[in-house]
């Protein structure tokens, strides 16, 4: 039984054991090398430039302001990110030690010092000691900073173990899978809030707009860390040293917690093959839906692309990224006041290309579509289906996007106009898209993060890109009788786009379709070895 005294070869051993797995995996190829390598520059340069600018920050009114923020902002990603990059670190699932004569306490203390070793803590180490040289002055500055450093790096190394033993059950599982998946949206979604954020910050007086939220802050570790060394160097000794308590106290409750997800961990059996009851549920549900959908084959494949949407990783990160970034896009360029209500067109353009590579997504399983596609006419109820589906969802989201950017803008006088031209766009898409399936599939990979599988790269580019730009040539009639309308000074009558488009985007997703449909019959044996590849 290992006790805690076997605490150093245990700790020693886990190290060697981390620094086994990044080697072994990095013989695995020679891309992989590259990728890791390029990755360690860049987060080496990254710090060399961050470190650089916190010490240029040294003596500035709001260099206590930034620095807190940026700890706060580090140690948030530090949370999230065992729940989005669960396969980033194998050390992170604890399960692969269930069998072994283990402690808790002995293994807390070696798992921490194990984690200590990677390119993440350098990083950490390096911000939280450029933020202590920005606001440290004097010796008690210096000596409270030499504290507060390493408090700092090991108070988000534990909230990272301790959040990833909470949650390993649910990142092993297929929904974790789907968090993984979905990370590409996270950082999709923070890009453009930091976009916003810097126009904002880039204003005059733009910093002071943080200090309230610095207050704040510098009291909630591990932020009240550098809170404590800017206390200390501006003589506040009792709110330095509470500040430094809090730090030490909440790292002693998340090792305790740590301690007792790792106990609950290794002891309780896996309740994953529980889930065998859920079936009878899931059958009330499929019942409940087909009720709602047409009968025969339109409405069988209609319930199977939802379900696609609902079930699959792949498909489902597709959808919720076209979701978001439809919305985003139009609504963060009205919130900052340079966007126009015609960005609204930006969901529909986002929605549409999920039409494209629809038989990318069933894999190797589509050989059992192409069997029940005897002639043209399967092949046209299969594809009118599956955009079915997609409009049940799209059309009333590209109404919503459409009317929520004109409700920020408040130009109400162009939302019959901007709602015409947005589902004539989206019918443009469908059509196109229907064509595109059937001229260029290519193969989804169903593990890792790629989205095309090696070698079909371009088939895809020329899927979406060619499509976007005859979905935007399609459309060209309805933009024409729209800029006419605007010419001829008729805005009275601008609210004739909104039927006409409607009409229009319909029709021309009816002629995508049957222009599709004989193709997609004549090319079952391609378009199966094509998807298959994945």
């Known amino acids: 039984m290992t006790t805690a005294a076997d605490t150093p070869g245990l700790t020693s051993t886990l190290v060697r054991l981390k620094l086994s797995l990044l080697r072994n995996g990095l013989r695995q190829s020679a891309g992989r090398r590259a990728a890791y390598l390029a990755s360690v520059v860049v987060s080496l340069l990254g710090a060399a430039l961050l470190l650089l600018g916190l010490l240029a920050l040294r003596g500035s009114t709001h260099a206590a302001t930034v620095t807190v923020l940026a700890l706060a902002v580090l140690a948030v990603g530090w949370a999230v990110m065992p729940l989005f990059f669960p396969s980033g670190d194998e050390t992170l699932d604890a399960t692969r030690l269930v069998m072994l004569p283990l402690r808790p306490r002995p293994l807390v203390r070696a798992l921490l010092v194990a984690s200590l070793v990677g390119i993440g803590p350098l990083f950490t180490l390096c911000l939280a000691a450029g933020s202590a040289v920005a606001v440290g002055r004097g010796v008690a500055g210096l000596l409270t900073g030499i504290v507060a450093v390493p408090l700092a790096l090991v108070l988000c190394v534990a909230l990272a173990r301790a959040v990833a033993s909470a949650n390993i059950r649910l ?3 297929r929904k974790g899978r789907d968090l993984a998946v979905l990370s590409g949206l996270l950082i999709a979604v923070g890009a453009q809030v930091m976009n916003f954020g810097a126009q904002r910050l880039s204003t005059p007086g733009g910093l002071s707009r943080l200090d309230p939220a610095a207050e704040v802050l510098r009291w909630i570790p591990p932020s009240a860390s550098i809170g404590a060394v800017d206390s200390m160097s ?29 106990t609950r961990l290794m002891t309780s059996p896996d309740g994953s093959t529980l889930q065998a009851a859920e079936p009878r549920r899931d059958r009330g549900r499929a019942h409940g839906l087909s009720r709602l959908l047409p009968a025969g084959r339109t409405g069988t494949v209609m319930e199977r692309s939802l379900r696609y949407v609902w079930r699959d990783p792949k498909t489902k990160a597709a959808w919720v990224t076209s979701l978001a970034i439809g919305l985003i896009v139009p609504l963060f360029n009205a919130l900052q006041g340079t966007g126009s209500v ?17 038989f990318g997504q069933d894999t190797s399983a589509f050989w059992m579509v192409a069997m ?18 997609l409009t049940v969802l799209t059309l009333p989201y590209a109404a919503f996007v ?4 004109t409700a920020v803008l408040g130009d109400w006088g162009r939302l019959a106009e901007v709602l015409g031209l947005s589902f004539a766009l989206l019918g443009a898409m469908l059509s196109t898209g229907a064509w595109a399936s059937a001229r260029f599939p290519y193969s989804i990979p169903q593990e890792g ?12 580019w020329i899927s979406i890109f060619g499509g976007m730009v005859g979905a935007a040539l399609l459309c060209a009639p309805v933009i ?9 000074g008729a ?6 786009l909104l039927p006409v488009g409607a009409v229009y985007g319909y029709g021309i997703t009816l002629v995508g379709l049957r222009l599709a449909a004989p193709r997609v019959a004549g090319r079952l044996p391609e378009i199966l070895a094509a998807v298959s590849r994945g």
């Open 171 to 173: 990142l092993t599982s």
């Open 234 to 262: 501006r003589g506040s000794y009792g709110t330095g040293m509470t500040q430094l308590a809090l730090c030490g106290v909440t790292l002693a409750l998340v090792v305790a917690f740590w301690g007792r997800s790792l």
């Open 342 to 358: 015609y960005f609204a067109c930006f969901a529909s353009g986002m929605l549409g290309i999920l039409m494209y590579n629809q």
């Open 372 to 389: 029940t596609i005897s002639s043209p006419r399967d092949a046209y109820v299969e594809l009118r289906a599956r955009a079915l589906a």
């Open 402 to 405: 459409v009317v929520v950017t």
């Open 449 to 460: 993060y790629k989205n095309v599988a090696p070698g079909q790269a371009g088939l895809a």
């Open 480 to 488: 024409a009788l729209s800029i006419w309308l605007h010419v001829a």
């Open 491 to 496: 805005r009275d009558a601008l609210w004739v």
